[in-house]
C-alpha cells in the first residue's frame, strides 16, 4: 500500500467516526442516533483494519474484526431492541438545543487539538496527528452525555466516550494486545447489556425513561 | 525474634478460632490460645530488656510495596511486655465475663486483632507498619466500643466521636513521620540517620504534628473528649486493654519521635508537653472527683495519671535538652515507670468495675454501697488497685510518683527560669493531683464498698466466677511487686531509655531491693517501709489485745427522726459537692434545684429535687461550635446536590475540560 494512500485512508476513516459524533448530537430521530453509532463503528473497525494492513499486525487485524462484530453489529442492535419497547422515546430531548450543541461541539474540537498541542509533538506521525479527532470524540461523547434527557441517548453518550477512547488507543500505540482490547470490548457489550436491562426494568416500573424525573431518589 | 513472631501468629490462629469454633467452646478456646500468644511475646520483650539487645524482623510480603518492619528494642519491648500482662489478665478475666454480644464471632476475633495490633505497634520500626498498626489498632477498638449497640444506642455516639478524633490524631502522626522521611527511606533507621539533615523548622513542625496525634491518643486536655465517652461504653475487658494499653502508645509515640528518631531537639517542645501534661493532669482529676459514673471516674483519672506521666516525660525532655541528662534520665524512669503501673493498677480498676457491674447491674455510685461484705474477694482486689493508684507506700504508684518528683526536684539545681517555672508547676500539679486523686478513690471505696447498700440490687448482690477475679488478681501483683521491691524493674527501665538520649549515662537510679539515687541524696526502701508498717500494726494490736475492753453497743444519734435508713448516707455526689463548688469555675456544673411547695403555706416544702451534672466544659466552649459549623458548611454543600444526574455529570464534564486546558 502507498504512503499516501495509506494516509489518506487514515484520515478519511479518523474523520468519519468524528463526523459521526457531530451527528449524533445533530439529528433528533433516535433511530437515526443509533444508525449514525453504527456507522462509527464501522469506520472505527475501518481505522484499526488500515493500521493493520500498514503495520502488518494480525492481532490489529482481529481486533478490527471484533470492533465491527461489537460496535458496528451488535450494540446498535440492542439499542433498536430498547426503542422498539419505548414508544416515547423516539426523539431525544436535549436540554441544550440542537444549534447551540453543534456550536458547542466546534467549540470543544478547538479545544482538544489545544490540548492534545503537545502529545502530538512527542511522536510526530500520519496516525499521532490524528489524535485530536479521539479526544473530540470523547469530549462530544461526555457533552452528549450532559445534555440529553432521554436514558437512550445517555447509552449513545457513554459509547462515543468509549469509540472516541479506542480510536485514542489505536492511533498512539497501534493497538493495544488483543487480550486487552477483547477484554474492553466485551466490556463495553456487558455495559449495554445491563442498561438495556436496566432502562426497560426503569421505564415499566416507573413509566419513564427520563433521567430527569429519576430525581427524588437522591438521599 | 522467633518467640514474638510466634506470639503474633497465635493471636491470627486466635482470629481465626474465633470465626470457626462453635459458641460453647469459643470464649475457653480464643482466650487460650490468645493468652498462650500474650505469654510468648512476654517472654520475648522480657529476653530484650534483660539482655539489652535489639532483635529486627523483615518482610516484603506481609504489607504490599513496603513490606513490614519489626524491631524490638528495649524501649518498644518494655510496652510490648506491658501490653501483654494486661492481655493475659483481661483474657483470663473474659473467660468468665464473656456473655452475649462479647460471645459472638466478630467481637472476639476484633478482640484479638486489637490485642495483636497494640503489640506490634511499639515493635513497628517504619513508618508504614506503625501506621498500619496503628489504624488497626484504632479501626478494631472502635468497633470494640459498639459491640453493645444493639441495647445501648449511646454506644454508637462514643465510636463516632472517639472514631472521628482517634482518625484526625492518626492523620496528623501520619503527616508529621512523612514530613521526617522526605530525606529518604521511611524505616526509622533511614529517619534517624537522615534527621540531622532536616532543617529546625521541618523539625519543630514534625514533632508538633506526631505530639498532637499522640497526645489525643494519650487523652491529653484539649484532645481528651473521646477519652470519657468511650472507656464508659466499651465492655469492661476492652476498657481495660483501651485505658492501660492503648492510652500509653501515645506516650510511647511522644518518646520515640521526641526522644528517639528526633534526638531530643529543643526546650520549648517539651515545654509544650509539660503544658498539656499539666492541664490535664488537673481537669483529669477534678473530673474524676465529681464523677458518679464509676468508669467515667476511671476514664477521668486514666487522664490525670497519663498527664502526670506528659509531665515526666516533658520535664525530662526539657532537662535533656538544657544540659542535665542524669535528672532527665530520672524524671523519664520516673514517666515509664508510672506507665507501667498505670496499665497495671487502671486494668485491674476497670475489670473491678466489670464486677461490680456484673454484680450489681449498675456502675453508678449512688446505686452502690455495702458491697464488702457482699463481694469480700472483689472488693479487696479493687482495693489494691484504688491504693495503688492513689500512691500509698509499698504499693506501685507510691514507687513511680516518688521517682518522678525526685526527678523534678533534683532538676531545679538548672539556672534557665522557663526550666525553673516549668518544673515548678510540674510539681505543684503533681502533688495537687495527687490530693484529688486521693478523694476520688476515697470517695469510691467509701461509698461504693463500705456503709449500707442504696438498692436492692447492691444489696443482693453475689461474688462473680473465679476467672474475673484471677483475671484481676493477676493485674494486682505488679501493683505490689513493683511496690515492695521497684529494684527488680529499675534496671530494665534503664535499658529502655538508653535507647532514647543519645548521651548515654550509666544508670541515675542504683537499685537493691530499694532504690538509691546515684550522686543526688534521695532513697526509699520499700521493704523496711512495709516491715515498720507490720511492726506497728502488731504492737498496736498486741497493745488492745492485753487491755481488752469489752464492746459497748449504743445507738446512733439520729437527730430525733426515725431509724435511719440507705438514703440518710453521704452519696457520691453530695461527697464531691463542696470540691465541686470550689472549682465551679472550671467545672462549670448546672445545677437544678427544683422546690415544690405545700398549697396551704408558701413555707412548708412538700418535696425538693435536686440535680447536678457536671459535663466536660472544653466539650461545651470548644467542641460543639466546631460541630456546628461543619454541619452548617455540609448542609450548604448539599444545595449544589439536587440529584439531577445531569448536573452530577456535568460537573465531571467542566471538571475535565479545566484539567486538560490547565495541563495543556
Known sequence: MSTSFYIGALELATGAVLVCAVMTLWRRQVRTIVTMLRLQGVALACVAGVLAWHEHDLGLAITALLVLAVKGVLVPWLLRRVIRRDPRSRETAPLINVPASLVSAAFLIVVSYVVTSKLTALAPSAATRLVPIGVATVLVGYFMLVTRRRAVSQIVGLLLVDNGIALVTFLLTAGVPLIVELGSTLDVLLVVVVLQVLVVNTGARHGSFDLDEMRELHD | MVLFMAGLGCCVLGVVAATVISLERRVIVVTLVGSVGCLLTFTAASQVLVSGRAESFHSSLVLPLAGINLTLDPLGALFVAMTSFVGVATLVYCVGYARGELRSRSALSLLLVFLMSLLVVPAASSVVTLMFFWELMALSSMLLIMVEQRRRVETRVAAQWYGAMTQLGAASILLGLL?????????????????????????????????????????????????????PEAPSPVSALMSSAMVAMGVYGIVRVGNDLLGGGTLWWWIIVVALGVVSALFGALHAVTSVDLKRLLAYSTIDILGLVLIGVGCSGALAASGHPRTAHLALIGALLLVVSHAAFKGCLFLGVGAIERATGSRSLDHLGGLIRRIPISTALFVVGALSIVAVPAFSGFTSEWLLLQGLLHGFVGKSSPTLIMLLVGVVALALTGGLTAVAFVKVIGIGFLGQARSTAAASAHEVPRT???????????????????????????????????????????????LSLVHLRGAIEPMLLLAGFVVIVAVIAGANSIRRRPARKVEAWRGGGDRPTARMQYTATSYAEPLQRVFADVLRPEIDVEVTHAVESHYYEQSLSYESRVGDAIERLAYQPAIRAVTRVGLAARRIQNGSVHRYLAFGFIALLIILVVLA
Do not use: Y
Not at chain 2, 193 to 213: D, E, K, M, N, Q
Not at chain 2, 214 to 229: E, I, N, Q, T
Not at chain 2, 479 to 487: I, K, R
Open chain 2, 179 to 231: 514530613l521526617l522521611s522526605t530525606k529518604g527511606g521511611q524505616t526509622f533507621g533511614d529517619i534517624r540517620s537522615h534527621v540531622a539533615a532536616l532543617s529546625p523548622t521541618l523539625r519543630s513542625f514534625a514533632f508538633v504534628l506526631t505530639l498532637i496525634g499522640f497526645a489525643s491518643k494519650a487523652g491529653a486536655v484539649p484532645f481528651h473528649v473521646w477519652l470519657p465517652k468511650a472507656h
Open chain 2, 468 to 514: 474475673m477475679q484471677i483475671g484481676m488478681g493477676i493485674l494486682c501483683i505488679p501493683c505490689v511487686v513493683l511496690g515492695v521491691a521497684p529494684g527488680i524493674v529499675i534496671p530494665l527501665l534503664n535499658r529502655a531509655i538508653q535507647t532514647g538520649h543519645s548521651s548515654s549515662v550509666s544508670r541515675p537510679v542504683e537499685t537493691g531491693i530499694g
